[in-house]
């Protein structure tokens, strides 16, 4: 368990004026303004902190672009003057229940990193956080494209098998990392796993069956990637919410009500490793049911002893006994079709990268109904399917 001191009591970090920095010089007879602050201005309605490109986020750092939007807030891409390298900067909208958020994942961030003596965590790594004009501001080191950007930039062309088996191998470790360390992420998804390098190399391919136009396809010219995003993480010991991650990657468990812990950050690494190699999210929807059926039809009927224990919530959408309300249920004939348009897991895995992989075989083991049946990420790295040459 962690001791975490009162917000009001925590030590800044940094200020509007930092002590390594002056923010006025002489010259000649004028006093001049160094890197100084821009005039205060109101937020937005939102609560998002207001900003132009070239001005200062307190006079050490510069804001240079607009990399990212998020309920939490918005991250800046930033010119650190002390340390001279780009950075990144989650800068938290004003409200209490954000800059709540913030605190307990820079706890998070401190503690992932105090741990990493040697740097295998694969977690992004904290540089500094301050609180500038009641906005929580974390900086970080500036990494490459989500894998989900990436992904977007590819018209969603698949990943080579090759480099799922990277990136699945070190999104496994730094799994493994928090959970030793009895953190539960709770919000894995590609648009929280980050590419170190920006950098790609160009290549013919992922031909489209529409077109005999020549197709496209990058690669990263390095496999090498970091977590992000530990707003959602939970404590094992901590009070859990009753609904964690982000829908598509949503364990059963967490649908149903019936509680979660380490497990359903194993489910959502399964969801993601079959987003890598198909380039489309296994469960696209945006409604419980739907989901449920979209499950059934991947990976067969849900376990009646889960069922049985589903919350009052979860009830109305079976009938009596453990069968799924469906397609009686279904909200419009649209949902049917995309339940019905959804393959087996075995036949899927065969599609795209062949019967005789063991990915299917991870992916049956990730990817159990019952959390206390599925893999640890411990025992997922030791499968048949990341030694496989």
Request: positive net charge; proline residues 6%.
């Amino acid at each position: 368990m962690i001791d975490r001191e009162p917000t009001r009591k925590r030590r800044r970090l940094a200020w509007d004026v930092p002590p390594y920095e002056q923010p006025e010089a002489e010259v000649g007879n004028q006093v001049v303004r160094r890197h100084a602050s821009p005039p205060r201005r109101e937020d937005d309605r939102e609560g998002h902190y207001v900003f132009s490109f070239g001005e200062n986020l307190t006079p050490r750092y510069k804001i240079l672009n607009k990399m990212g939007e998020g309920t939490f807030g918005r991250v800046l891409e930033c010119w650190d003057r002390q340390t001279r390298e780009y950075v990144a900067i989650k800068v938290i909208r004003s409200i209490h229940k954000y800059r709540e958020a913030a605190m307990i994942e820079i706890d998070v961030l401190q503690h992932l990193a105090k741990n990493d003596g040697g740097g295998g965590s694969r977690c992004v790594q904290v540089r500094n956080w301050f609180d500038y004009r009641n906005h929580i501001c974390i900086v970080f080191e500036k990494l490459g494209p989500s894998l989900f950007d990436f992904l977007k930039r590819n018209k969603y062309c698949p990943f080579p098998v090759d480099l799922v088996r990277e990136f699945g191998r070190q999104l496994l470790e730094s799994v493994a990392y928090m959970h030793d360390l009895r953190l539960i992420h709770t919000d894995l998804k590609p648009e929280n796993i980050l590419l170190v390098s920006s950098e790609y190399v160009k290549l013919p391919g992922c031909k489209r069956m529409s077109s005999d136009e020549t197709h496209f396809r990058c690669l990263p010219k390095s496999s090498a990637i970091k977590l992000i995003d530990f707003g959602s993480t939970a404590f094992d010991n901590q009070k859990h919410s009753s609904t964690v991650s982000t829908r598509h990657y949503r364990a059963p468990e967490v649908v149903l009500g019936l509680g979660w812990t380490y497990p359903c950050d194993l489910w959502s690494v399964g969801c993601i490793l079959v987003e890598l190699f198909s380039g489309e999210a296994l469960f696209q929807t945006h409604e419980n049911l739907e989901h449920l059926a979209m499950m059934e039809r991947v990976l067969g009927p849900l376990p009646e002893h889960m069922v049985q224990k589903a919350n009052r919530g979860a009830e109305k959408y079976f009938r009596r006994g453990s069968r799924l309300n469906w397609p009686e249920g279904a909200i419009s004939r649209e949902s049917i079709r995309a339940v019905n348009k959804l393959d087996r897991l075995k036949n899927l895995v065969s599609q795209h990268v062949g019967s005789r992989s063991p990915l299917f075989d991870l992916l049956h083991g990730l990817l159990k109904f019952d959390p206390s049946d599925r893999l640890t990420a411990r025992q997922a790295l030791d499968h048949p399917f990341f030694r496989s040459p």
